[in-house]
Nanobody, 123 residues
Framework: QVQLVESGGGLVQPGGSLRLSCAVSGFTLDYYAIGWFRQAPGKEREGVSCISGSDGSTYYADSVKGRFTISRDNAENTVYLQMNSLKSEDTAVYYC????????????????WGQGTQVTVSS
């Protein structure tokens, strides 16, 4: 019953912006934490950001802190990732996933995954 669908990826120039969306069903956003992860070709999947279900606390990887912002709209059951000042190093497939109630930031602890959306930062 749990489903997550990412959207909003695409091709953008360095310094540009994108907003990713994660539409969820089968659970309530005010209970489960939602994490954003990414995986570049030949690289290990890494945590990018997370928003907790209990109180909405947010967390960011050092590599994106100050550039990315995670938020949620409980009425629409959607989590967003606003990405600004994009760099070529941000190129990856981005996934959203359910964690527990609290954010962990470890993809091995995530349970349910979306199919991913491609983000390419290039001139």
């Amino acid at each position: 019953q749990v489903q997550l669908v990412e959207s909003g990826g695409g091709l953008v120039q360095p310094g540009g912006s994108l907003r990713l969306s994660c539409a969820v069903s089968g659970f309530t956003l005010d209970y489960y934490a939602i994490g954003w992860f990414r995986q570049a070709p030949g690289k290990e999947r890494e945590g990018v950001s997370c928003i907790s279900g209990s109180d909405g606390s947010t967390y960011y990887a050092d590599s994106v802190k100050g550039r990315f912002t995670i938020s949620r709209d409980n009425a629409e059951n959607t989590v967003y990732l606003q990405m600004n000042s994009l760099k070529s190093e941000d190129t990856a497939v981005y996934y959203c996933a359910t964690e527990g109630t609290l954010c962990v930031g470890d993809y091995t602890k995530a349970v349910d995954w979306g199919q991913g959306t491609q983000v390419t930062v290039s001139s």
